[in-house]
């Protein structure tokens, strides 16, 4: 018998309630620690008059974590090779409740000091005596110099210490702010060089030395790995194979690959070793018990790096293939006056399936590279319009198919800056420039180990590093920029060294900056002389803004390749310019000082400055800091005058530096947040950036971002214990649900663009699966695998959302199908754009609606076009919609494009086009049989069509025709993205926007009703 929807006593005990909603019951949802449900008052309490159970407390069921590793103990040996080890303890924290122990080893040990030990029986060159410890051979009159550079930025290197070979434990020499160096008074006859410093590895194990000639001493960075390869989510048969690729490249080469399944480390044969070829692991024999989260770790000497983890699905013998025949729901917001019926009811939104494109394999095929989860079958549903009509294409069933995968994300967002002018900003990915248009910008990139790095760079403003961590799946990923305004320079002579003041704008200073003499070099690695001009500026914990401003995330890897929160107490970003307005670096040392009363720094606290890894993104100790001053007690009000202060190298070409400490791996929490599209929250939106601000004592002090996946789930690294701020990152506003998915009692704030909680770690291990709040197990954690059934937060973006160009709805994507949108794929994917003009005031309530067909009538799909800015207006406030319609493929055939305009305004639309379009040979018009092309239509009764015809370019850039690639073809508003991936696509929509010769103008404004005639 059903219920009515509400929530029931489970059957499965007192701490146990079941929900009934739409039909649908979700059982096993536990009360909160000590609490039983109470049926008469359907929520759960501290005592139940229907549920006859004793409470008790519960406490907290805590995993055990390592401790850093020690110090190295000191080498057995002085020469002729030791060995030295270092311990780490399961106690941060320990076990507790009935936690689980610590997985590996809590002992390592390595070779020292591997030098020959000195030679007393060894001969020098003439002229020459043998030093009192035999380690070298003096010449007074002798003399070597060099210059030590990084290879990896070709700037000069400081403090790298030069030995003599024999002499490997004493160094000779130290390389000066040039790096520069000379050793005098050691025979240069025979005399061989080796350098070291902390952190580097040397290019060469040794460097011999000619008289009269320079030494060239090159040095890289030792590489935590970077993976190239992570394993992918796969699916398998009962009885047969599954596999799993990692590769990882790295200065030095990976010396090790570690596989997991569900955190255990797997040790058996299968794990590979060595070099940067790779590893794969293979699960053979299959069988359900195989199922679970896979991961590897890449090691080097600069480090460890996990693999995101992979899911393996295992199949029943008798399926026909891996894929999930059931579509999973994608909700689609259909245009303005448009609607389906469905059952009598006019719906404004349609569910069109999805398959969630998942590597998969068949029985015929167990080769997953070119397979996925594809649509197998198709029904159209009409959709009815004010004026028109058009037919979206809904997915009814997946299977397994040849498909295009492809690992390039499209990234898009805003730039803030405060109401600065933006132009000239322009961001910086890899080799890569885009600019910035209107304070947008968007680029295609693909993503190393999971994530995407780029530079937001002008001479207006602060330089601003932002990382983007890219979950499985996403395609698409939305982020907002906030840029600092360049502050008024401090100048400083470059021989003399000086102190920077760091400003915060409203506030009294808190840190200082003292710079080295003799500490500039340009981009050649030249030693810069007079004055320069030293910018800087401070993520500041004491203002809600500062964290907002800050480069990167609040993230390190540990020892062990696990990602870690940082507690921060500011960031500074330091930009040098020499008198010219050039760019220059700062080599060498300089003194850091923060004020620890200012920034909420206790006596005490191990804190570390770190600097940012350009290439991954990620935050590494560059020194320590010493507490100074007297101690105070927590929230003290007053200022005792207290101080850290430390020295760091600040590495070449990386402006920013940080003062952190790294919060205990036994409080790290994760929580999941569902974004959806519109008030109704039933569309899941996928990329879209949530970001957890976390506050203590008043301060901010640490941020963390996570994207959206498929369903609209994102998993966010929180600090159990402590209050956070989560906001959803929205140009156009965020609607917050008034009670989100929460267990009873569950307490949090609502805010305009978000809400805030405190981070209460899961008192069980049930609390930790059923959520909001989930033990973190980094790449395993158990957000991760949870679905919307867990409580989880629950926000939205609102309905009318300004997508930068549009959404298309197809037939198919598969080659081979007649009425495929792409002809040609994986090869190619090949597209065109027509550009309509819109004079519009207001176009939030409107869409322009392309329905492309063949010449039988036939529909290939429809595309929704958001009406958009032009790049350059010319003083005009003419907008622009750039339709993508399917390219004609051969002479023989056309595609006819309907142009309808979607507009629930009441004011009269005319349709105009332009004479620059008549007579060519691209275009046939036709009004739908409703008269001339000077009829007024009224909002969204628009018949136009244009036919598109297909026309060989002869291999010649210049000539006219749908074959030109990427380009505006002979000024007529058509364009063509042609080629792998979707980089062109974005191009010639870029051109597109920019544009002015459109194939048509709807004057929609209000004057409209009262002009005549096509202009």
Not at 665 to 692: N, T, W
Not at 748 to 771: K, L
């Amino acid at each position: 018998m059903g219920r009515y929807s509400g929530d029931y006593q489970s059957c499965n005990g007192c701490h146990e309630y079941v929900t009934c909603s739409s039909h649908v019951m979700f059982d096993n949802r536990p009360c909160p620690a000590g609490l039983v449900w109470n049926d008469k008052i359907k929520r759960c309490d501290w005592n139940s008059p229907t549920c006859k159970c004793i409470r008790k407390r519960i406490s907290p069921v805590i995993d055990g974590q390592w401790s850093e590793w020690d110090p190295w103990t000191s080498c057995s040996a002085t020469c002729d090779g030791g060995r030295q080890r270092r311990v780490r303890r399961c106690d941060d924290p320990s076990p507790q409740n009935g936690g689980s122990g610590c997985v590996g080893v809590s002992i390592e040990s390595q070779p020292c000091k591997e030098w020959a030990c000195p030679d007393c029986s060894r001969s020098c060159p003439p002229g020459g005596s043998l030093s009192v410890d035999c380690s070298q051979c003096l010449c007074a009159g002798d003399s070597v110099s060099g210059k030590v550079t990084d290879r990896q930025t070709s700037l000069a290197l400081a403090n790298v210490n030069i030995y003599t070979v024999g002499r490997e434990w004493s160094p000779s020499a130290v390389s000066g702010s040039d790096g520069r160096f000379t050793i005098s008074g050691v025979c240069v006859d025979g005399l061989k060089l080796t350098a070291r410093k902390g952190g580097y590895e040397s290019a060469s194990r040794e460097y011999s030395v000619s008289a009269g000639s320079s030494v060239s001493v090159v040095m890289y960075t030792l590489e935590r790995p970077t993976l190239t390869v992570e394993p992918a989510s796969t699916a398998g048969f009962v009885g047969g194979m599954a596999s799993f690729s990692c590769r990882a490249t790295a200065e030095p080469d990976v010396i090790q690959y570690d596989w997991f399944k569900d955190g255990d480390l797997l040790r058996s044969d299968t794990v590979s070793v060595g070099g940067n070829s790779g590893a794969t692991y293979n699960v053979n024999g299959l069988t359900t018990g195989d199922e679970g989260v896979y991961a590897c770790r890449a090691v080097s000497l600069g480090g460890k790096i996990f693999s995101r983890g992979a899911n393996l699905v295992v199949k029943d013998a008798g399926a026909t293939d891996t894929c999930d025949e059931k579509p999973q729901d994608q909700w689609v917001e259909l245009p303005p006056t448009c609607f389906v019926t469905n059952g009598g009811i006019l719906d404004k939104s349609v569910n069109i399936g999805r398959c969630n494109q998942v590597p998969c394999v068949t029985k015929t095929s167990q080769d997953s590279a070119n397979l996925c989860c594809m649509p197998s079958s198709t029904r159209q549903m009409e959709v009815d319009c004010d004026g028109f009509s058009y037919k979206v294409n809904e997915i009814v069933a997946c299977g397994c198919a040849e498909c295009k995968p492809t690992d390039l994300v499209i990234v898009s967002g805003i730039v803030k800056s405060g109401g600065a002018s933006t132009s000239g900003v322009k961001i910086m990915q890899d080799t890569m420039q885009y600019s910035v248009i209107n304070n947008q910008f968007s680029f295609e990139a693909t993503p190393r180990a999971g994530r995407i790095l780029f530079q937001a760079k002008s001479k207006f403003f602060m330089p601003q590093l932002v990382t983007l961590d890219v979950t499985e799946g996403v395609t698409e990923m939305y982020v907002e920029v906030t840029l600092v305004p360049k502050p008024s320079p401090d100048l400083v002579d470059s021989a003399m060294g000086g102190q920077v003041d760091v400003d915060t704008p409203g506030l009294t200073s808190a840190v200082s900056v003292n710079i080295a003499p003799n500490s500039f070099q340009d981009i050649n690695g030249n030693a810069v002389s007079g004055d320069v001009k030293v910018y800087t500026s401070f993520s500041d914990p004491r203002k809600p803004d500062g964290i907002d401003s800050a480069p990167g995330q609040f993230t390190f890897e540990d020892s062990e390749g696990e990602t870690r929160i940082l507690k921060t107490f500011g960031v500074v970003t330091l930009l040098a310019e020499d008198s010219n307005g050039n760019e220059v670096f700062l080599s060498g040392k300089a003194t850091m000082k923060f004020d620890a009363d200012a920034l909420g720094i206790e006596s005490g606290e191990s804190v570390f400055l770190w600097s940012i890894d350009a290439s991954s993104g990620e935050w590494e100790k560059s020194g320590s800091l010493t507490y100074t001053g007297s101690r105070r007690r927590r929230r003290q009000a007053t200022s005792s005058g207290s101080s850290v202060e430390g020295e760091t190298e600040i590495p070449p070409n990386v402006p920013y530096l940080n003062c952190d400490r790294p919060i205990l791996r036994g409080r790290l929490c994760s929580i999941a947040v569902f974004v959806y599209y519109g008030g109704d929250f039933s569309i899941p939106l996928q990329g879209e950036r949530v970001s957890a601000f976390i506050k203590e004592n008043g301060l901010f002090i640490g941020r963390t971002s996570g994207y959206t996946d498929q369903n609209g789930k994102a998993c966010l690294l929180v600090a159990c214990g402590l209050q956070h701020i989560v906001r959803l990152e929205s140009l156009e506003g965020v609607i917050v649900h008034p009670t989100h998915f929460l267990p009873a009692g569950f307490s949090f704030t609502n805010r305009v663009d978000g809400f805030a909680f405190t981070a209460t770690s899961p008192a069980t291990e049930d609390d930790s699966v059923n959520g909001p709040v989930f033990r973190y197990r980094g790449w395993r954690s158990s957000c991760y695998l949870a679905n919307s059934s867990a409580y989880h937060f629950i926000l939205a973006k609102p309905p009318v959302r300004p997508s930068l160009y549009g959404s298309l709805n197809a037939v198919e994507m598969r080659p081979g199908f007649d009425l495929s949108w792409f002809p040609n794929p994986p090869a190619d994917r090949e597209v065109c754009i027509l550009q309509a003009g819109i004079m519009v005031p207001d176009p939030s309530n409107m869409k322009m609606v392309g329905i492309s067909s063949n010449v039988n009538g036939e529909q290939y799909g429809v595309y929704t076009s958001t009406i958009l800015e032009r790049t350059y207006t010319r003083g005009r406030s003419l907008r622009v919609a750039c339709v993508v319609i399917r390219c004609p493929t051969n002479e023989s055939e056309y595609t006819a494009v309907d142009l309808q305009i979607a507009y629930d305004n009441s004011s009269q639309c005319r349709l105009r086009y332009s004479p620059l379009v008549s007579g060519n040979d691209n275009y046939e018009f036709y009004d739908g049989g409703n008269g001339g092309m000077t009829k007024y239509v009224s909002h969204g009764n628009s018949s136009m069509q244009v036919r598109v015809l297909a026309q060989d370019d002869g291999g010649s850039d210049g000539a006219s025709g749908v074959g030109n690639k990427d380009r505006r073809l002979n000024g007529i508003g058509l364009y063509q993205a042609s080629g792998p991936g979707d980089l062109a696509f974005y191009r010639a929509m870029n051109e597109c926007r920019r544009g002015w010769d459109s194939v048509a103008t709807f004057d929609c404004s209000d004057e409209s009703s009262s002009t005549g005639g096509p202009q």
